[in-house]
Structures are given as C-alpha cells and as structure tokens.
C-alpha cells in the first residue's frame, strides 16, 4: 500500500516515483490523514476537471486549502474572505463563466501575438544589461522580470511597481525547513499586496483612464446586471498578477536546464529557432511546474469504483498526468520533436489557465533571445537553488555562464 504524503520530506525531494507507483497501484488515491483524495492519471484527471457539477472550486484550489488540517483550517478561516473579494478562480459557473468572459479577450492567441513586440523589446533590454557580462541568472535577471511585467501590461498595473511584485508574489509560496503551512513573513507580504492593489484599484476607479487593459474591462462590465466591486476588481488583478508572475519563471529555466542536459537539442534548435515553439511545450509537459490543485466534492461520486464523498478534497496531479504512459510514449524521455495531441500543464475544465497563449509567446520569445546570444550556455549547477513548496517544483535561481557575442 502506497504512503503519499505530498507535505513529507521526501515528497518535496522528488515526487516523481511516488506520482508513478500512484498511478500504477492507485490512481484514486485517498489520505485518511487529509481526508483528500489524489488523482494521478492523465485521462482522469482531464475528465473529472471537466465535471463541474460534481466537484466545486469554491472551498479553494491550492493543495493547502484542500488537505484537511486543523491548523491550517483555523488560519484560513481567519481570513475573511468577503474582505479579499473573489477571483475567477475561486467561482464555479454559471458566475464563473460570465466574470471569465470579461476578460477572456485580453488572452485570446491575437492578444498575445499582440504583445510580443512589446515583449521582445523588454527581452532584449534586460539581455544587454548581462550579455557582457556573459553571465545571468536565468530566473532573477531574465524570465521573472519578463513574466510579471507583461501580466502588468495585460492587468493595468504600473510597470515601476514591478520588483516591489516580485518580491512579495514569491514570498506567498515559498516554504521554510520548519514551516509547511504560511510563514508569518509570507502572510505579511502577501496583505502588503492586497493592501496596495485594493488602493490601486480604488484610486483607478476614482480617476478614470481610457487604457485597453483587463482592469477597464472588469470595472465596465456588468456581469448579470451589476457591476463588479472594487474588492472582486482587485482580487481578479491580483489572480492575473500572481498566475502571470510565478508559474512561467519555472517552467522556463526548467527548459533551460534540460537544453542544457541535452546539447544535442539545444543544437538543433539554434540552428532552426522555428522548433522553439515545440520545444518549449515540451518543456511544459516535462516539468510542469504547477504539481497539483484541485477542488471539493459537491455531489457523491464514483472514479474508478472509490467513492468521493461531499466536502471531501480532490487533487489533481498535473506533474503526474504529464508524466503518465498511458498518454505519452517513453514519458520520462524529454523529446523537442514530441508532438504531444494534449498536455494538462494548463488543466482541462473550465479553469484552464487564461494566460496559456501569453505563458507560451513570453517562453518562446525568451528562448529566442537567449538562444540567439548564449547559444552554448553552462547551466552553473552548483549555484542553483530550488523553491521549497507544496505547490510549485522548480528552479528559485538558475546562474548561467556563456561566451559574450563579440
Ligand atoms: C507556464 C506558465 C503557466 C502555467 C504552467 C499555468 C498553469 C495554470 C493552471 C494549472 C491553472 C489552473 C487550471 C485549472 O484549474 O483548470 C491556471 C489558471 C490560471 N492562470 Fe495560469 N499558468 C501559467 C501562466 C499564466 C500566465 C502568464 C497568466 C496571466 C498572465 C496566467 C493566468 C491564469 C489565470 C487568470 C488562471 C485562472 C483561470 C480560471 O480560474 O478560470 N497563467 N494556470
């Protein structure tokens, strides 16, 4: 009988042999201890996430909401969630569908062809602070500054607010040796950044600009007849923000990195960038940096004969589903030229991720840039560090070292 346990030690070093004995001895995974189930296999999980009448997000999605735990409960019941407002993210339909289609049109594939001008000139900016230098971190001096200034773009937000985002978007999933749950300096960031935004967009509103961005559309719009408030404007600005800002830096030097251990690639793909594209969705379906999120379920139901029952949580293991073989031939095998039909990095349901067209044009032009001045990057192994957490799995810091364009 298989012991998982995705808050263990052992989990957080490598989760991949416990995802494979998962799906192999028990894809409907229950934990006793966290009253949640898990689910590991790639077709059920891109079955059950499309079941919206069975399961609800409203109970939250982020493994720490949903692993039954007294602490913790006690904690996020002291956050008072009409005082946070409400994203998409944490709405079922019918309500869910009409607040997404607000700003569904700021992510649609011509929005973000749109902003890859805008994107490559900010590339090519923080290249030439480093390219001497032939020396970066790929996270901290590269896709970072690039991923949360573009969901500034998208959102509204001011762009010389960016690195004061940063700093606090990281701290919210970052976990230390002693402290699985939120540290008391995470928890404090993260209300800075609700403060600001909830001033932000009190102000916004109060002096009315006429900018394209997602934040005019969400105060101009009336979904079911009334408008937004000020507290569901900025909690929706500050999901953009956060899913805009975290997810790609990992995904991205995670690519780096398996370039790296694969010259041969890496090779082909400098000398024909057009496989980039692929390249880069494979990276996102080899190290998917989202382990899992999930939701509650609503209406008793059965999955591969185990009953799930209501208020208990569910948790799907994206990383796991990506690495199943029942989906993809050799799935341990990273392969540029896979031409994967389908990969769960950006779920399946309704809460598929927004900014799947911007995350894929944002790693494409980076790994354009890149490869076009550090064509034989050295990933400097020993000076990486990784993220310690539940929900993400990935670089923190990735130092590179290259020969300088003459
Ligand atoms: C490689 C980068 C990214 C990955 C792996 C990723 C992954 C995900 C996943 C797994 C979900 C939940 C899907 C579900 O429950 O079905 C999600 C939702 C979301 N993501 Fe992303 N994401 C990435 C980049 C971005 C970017 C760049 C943005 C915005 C600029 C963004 C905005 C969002 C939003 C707003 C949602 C909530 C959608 C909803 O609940 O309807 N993401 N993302």
Same mark, same amino acid.
Not at 152 to 158: H, N, Q
Not at 166 to 172: A, Q, Y
Not at 271 to 294: C, I, N, W
């Given at each position: 009988? @298989?012991?998982?346990?995705p808050?263990?030690?052992a989990v957080?070093?490598d989760?991949?042999?416990f995802?494979?004995?998962?799906?192999?001895e028990? %894809?409907v995974h229950y934990?006793?201890?966290?009253n949640?189930?898990?689910?590991s296999?790639?077709?059920d999980?891109?079955? #059950?996430?499309?079941?919206h009448a069975s399961?609800t997000?409203?109970?939250g999605?982020?493994p720490?909401?949903?692993?039954? /735990?007294?602490?913790?409960e006690?904690?996020?019941?002291?956050?008072d969630r009409?005082?946070?407002?409400?994203?998409i993210?944490?709405?079922?339909p019918p309500?869910? =569908?009409?607040v $997404?289609?607000?700003l569904?049109p700021?992510?649609? %594939? =011509?929005?973000a062809?749109?902003l890859?001008?805008?994107?490559?000139?900010?590339? $090519? *900016?923080? &290249?030439s602070?480093?390219?001497d230098?032939?020396?970066c971190?790929?996270?901290?001096d590269?896709?970072m500054?690039?991923?949360?200034?573009?969901?500034?773009?998208?959102?509204?937000l001011p762009?010389?607010m960016?690195?004061?985002?940063? #700093?606090?978007?990281?701290s919210? !999933?970052?976990?230390?040796?002693?402290?699985?749950?939120?540290s008391l300096?995470?928890?404090?960031?993260?209300?800075?950044?609700?403060a600001?935004? #909830?001033e932000?967009?009190?102000?916004r509103? $109060?002096?009315p600009?006429d900018?394209?961005?997602?934040i005019?559309?969400?105060?101009?719009s009336?979904?079911?007849g009334?408008?937004?408030s000020?507290?569901?404007v900025?909690a929706?600005v500050?999901l953009?923000?956060?899913? *805009?800002t975290? =997810?790609l830096?990992k995904?991205f030097s995670a690519?780096?990195?398996?370039?790296?251990? /694969?010259p041969?690639?890496r090779a082909e &793909?400098?000398?024909?960038?057009s496989?980039?594209?692929?390249?880069?969705?494979?990276?996102?379906r080899?190290d998917m940096?989202t382990q899992?999120l *999930?939701r509650?379920?609503?209406i008793?139901?059965e999955?591969?004969?185990?009953k799930l029952?209501p208020?208990?949580g569910?948790?799907?293991?994206w990383?796991s589903? /990506?690495?199943d073989?029942?989906?993809?031939p050799? %799935?341990?095998?990273?392969? &540029?030229?896979?031409?994967?039909?389908? @990969?769960?990095t950006?779920?399946s349901?309704a809460?598929?991720c927004l900014?799947?067209h911007?995350?894929?044009?944002?790693?494409r032009v980076?790994?354009e840039?890149l490869?076009?001045?550090? %064509?034989?990057?050295?990933?400097?192994e020993? $000076?990486?560090?990784?993220?310690r957490?539940?929900?993400?799995r *990935? !670089?923190?810091s990735?130092? &590179?070292?290259f020969n300088?364009p003459?």
């Amino acid at each position: 009988m @298989i012991e998982f346990d995705p808050l263990s030690e052992a989990v957080f070093a490598d989760p991949y042999p416990f995802y494979r004995r998962l799906r192999d001895e028990s %894809p409907v995974h229950y934990s006793e201890q966290y009253n949640c189930w898990f689910l590991s296999r790639f077709s059920d999980i891109w079955r #059950e996430e499309q079941d919206h009448a069975s399961y609800t997000i409203v109970d939250g999605q982020m493994p720490m909401q949903l692993l039954s /735990n007294p602490e913790l409960e006690e904690m996020i019941e002291s956050i008072d969630r009409g005082e946070l407002g409400e994203s998409i993210a944490a709405l079922d339909p019918p309500r869910h =569908t009409q607040v $997404r289609s607000i700003l569904a049109p700021h992510f649609k %594939p =011509t929005a973000a062809k749109a902003l890859e001008d805008r994107t490559r000139e900010l590339v $090519r *900016g923080f &290249i030439s602070e480093w390219v001497d230098r032939g020396e970066c971190d790929v996270i901290g001096d590269y896709a970072m500054r690039t991923s949360v200034r573009i969901a500034c773009i998208v959102s509204g937000l001011p762009l010389d607010m960016a690195d004061w985002f940063v #700093e606090r978007v990281n701290s919210m !999933f970052e976990r230390d040796e002693t402290d699985q749950g939120f540290s008391l300096r995470a928890m404090t960031l993260v209300g800075e950044l609700h403060a600001w935004l #909830e001033e932000f967009i009190t102000e916004r509103r $109060r002096k009315p600009t006429d900018a394209p961005d997602a934040i005019n559309a969400l105060f101009n719009s009336r979904p079911n007849g009334k408008p937004l408030s000020d507290k569901d404007v900025s909690a929706n600005v500050s999901l953009m923000l956060i899913g *805009g800002t975290e =997810t790609l830096p990992k995904a991205f030097s995670a690519g780096v990195y398996r370039l790296y251990q /694969n010259p041969d690639q890496r090779a082909e &793909i400098v000398k024909d960038p057009s496989l980039v594209t692929a390249a880069f969705r494979e990276v996102l379906r080899y190290d998917m940096p989202t382990q899992a999120l *999930g939701r509650t379920v609503r209406i008793e139901k059965e999955v591969r004969g185990q009953k799930l029952r209501p208020g208990q949580g569910v948790l799907f293991l994206w990383a796991s589903a /990506n690495h199943d073989a029942r989906e993809f031939p050799d %799935p341990d095998r990273f392969d &540029i030229h896979r031409r994967a039909p389908r @990969i769960l990095t950006f779920g399946s349901g309704a809460h598929m991720c927004l900014g799947a067209h911007v995350a894929q044009m944002e790693g494409r032009v980076m790994l354009e840039e890149l490869l076009a001045v550090a %064509p034989e990057y050295e990933v400097l192994e020993d $000076r990486a560090t990784w993220i310690r957490s539940e929900v993400f799995r *990935g !670089f923190s810091s990735l130092p &590179i070292r290259f020969n300088p364009p003459r």
